[in-house]
T-cell receptor, first 116, second 108 residues
Framework: DTAVSQTPKYLVTQMGNDKSIKCEQN?????MYWYKQDSKKFLKIMFS???????INETVPNRFSPKSPDKAHLNLHINSLELGDSAVYFC???????????????FGPGTRLTVL | GQNIDQPTEMTATEGAIVQINCTYQ??????LFWYQQHAGEAPTFLSY????GLEEKGRFSSFLSRSKGYSYLLLKELQMKDSASYLC?????????FGTGTRLKVLA
């Protein structure tokens, strides 16, 4: 069974369009994340949600809007896509926000977004 | 500020031992993770250190020195399948900060 799934796996679209990426985890985790990995392979956190509440918003343009309908889902909607948005977007989850013990993240397969 | 440094690339030979270093500066340090990421795939968890010292897990070991802001990942008996990027990540207040990763190439 897939632990963290994302759809779609590939997304090719024109500048100015609006698109969404969906993420679901079946691990029963409380915390979910969105990361952006650019062409230099730098993995940068964008958002973190805990029990459907936004915890971290890392200076991401407000064209990016996460939505968490329940704690198993964290979707990412992007308005007015720009060339610089081209990257691989990873969703991840962890048991909770626990930071003083091993609390590894489980990553989805990634969504490769190409903006033309 | 917060900063994590790793070498960009390393090359080693099958069967050899390689050490990948990670130095960090961060406020509110709570633990250090290593992840492996094969090309075109998602990162997967390798190891976790919260106390100083060495954690061994099969062919992989990870070391932490909190006073020096330093960690390394040691890979023994390298195999071709170990060719991947290795990401060091430090946990601070409610979030991870990932390093840029070290791309390891294992040659036959």
């Amino acid at each position: 069974d897939t632990a963290v799934s994302q759809t779609p796996k590939y997304l090719v679209t024109q500048m100015g369009n609006d698109k969404s990426i969906k993420c679901e985890q079946n691990l029963g985790h409380d915390t979910m994340y969105w990361y952006k990995q650019d062409s230099k392979k730098f993995l940068k956190i964008m958002f973190s949600y805990n029990n459907k509440e936004l915890i971290i918003n890392e200076t991401v343009p407000n064209r990016f809007s996460p939505k968490s309908p329940d704690k198993a889902h964290l979707n990412l909607h992007i308005n007015s896509l720009e060339l610089g948005d081209s990257a691989v977007y990873f969703c991840a989850s962890s048991q909770d926000l626990g930071i003083q013990r091993r609390n590894e993240q489980f990553f989805g397969p990634g969504t490769r977004l190409t903006v033309l | 500020g917060q900063n994590i440094d790793q070498p960009t690339e390393m090359t080693a030979t099958e069967g050899a031992i390689v050490q990948i270093n990670c130095t960090y500066q961060t406020s509110g340090f709570n633990g250090l993770f290593w992840y492996q990421q094969h090309a075109g795939e998602a990162p997967t968890f390798l190891s976790y250190n919260v106390l100083d010292g060495l954690e061994e897990k099969g062919r992989f070991s990870s070391f932490l020195s909190r006073s020096k802001g330093y960690s390394y990942l040691l890979l023994k008996e390298l195999q071709m399948k170990d060719s991947a990027s290795y990401l060091c990540a430090v946990t601070g207040t409610y979030k991870y900060i990932f390093g840029t990763g070290t791309r390891l190439k294992v040659l036959a």
